[in-house]
């Protein structure tokens, strides 16, 4: 599953006021059904019955510590984007927030028909930084 695919939901979730995201696996190193275990650093996607690293957001690591996934760490930035548009919006409006999210988009913005690149995210996340910044002057 491309980062980009995790990074929208927070922008998602923003538009259509979601507080918060439960992943279903946080550490599921077997396979559908649980029949037998699997190797995650060998099998990302439960030996193939789900999108590669969606059964896990950490790999086990040395003595039982748990080393985060790249998933994981994207997940973070989509939750720091999705704070990023609250704070915009406590400052100008929701609406205001809301147009900066459309703005250039063909169609509106939803969790099946959304921006697939990388440049929609990092140019949105830049406009709303240069927002916030302007607004606090």
């Known amino acids: 599953m491309p980062s980009r695919r995790v990074r929208i939901m927070g922008v998602q979730m923003y538009k259509y006021d979601i507080s918060g995201f439960l992943h279903w696996g946080y550490n599921f190193y077997n396979c559908q059904y649980s029949y037998y275990p699997i190797d995650p650093y060998g099998s990302t996607d439960g030996d193939g019955f789900v999108p590669g690293g969606d059964t896990f957001q950490v790999y086990p690591g040395p003595d039982g510590e748990p080393i985060e996934s790249i998933r994981m760490m994207v997940f973070e930035q989509c939750l720091c984007d999705m704070r990023a548009l ?3 919006e406590s400052l100008t409006s929701r609406e205001h927030v809301l147009e900066l999210i459309g703005a250039g988009l063909e169609h509106e913005l939803t969790f099946s028909d959304y921006p697939r690149t990388d440049e929609y ?3 949105l996340r ?3 930084n240069a927002e916030i910044m302007k607004t606090l002057g």
Do not use: D, E, I
């Open 86 to 88: 609250k704070l915009l």
């Open 126 to 128: 830049a406009r709303v």
């Open 121 to 123: 995210l990092t140019s």
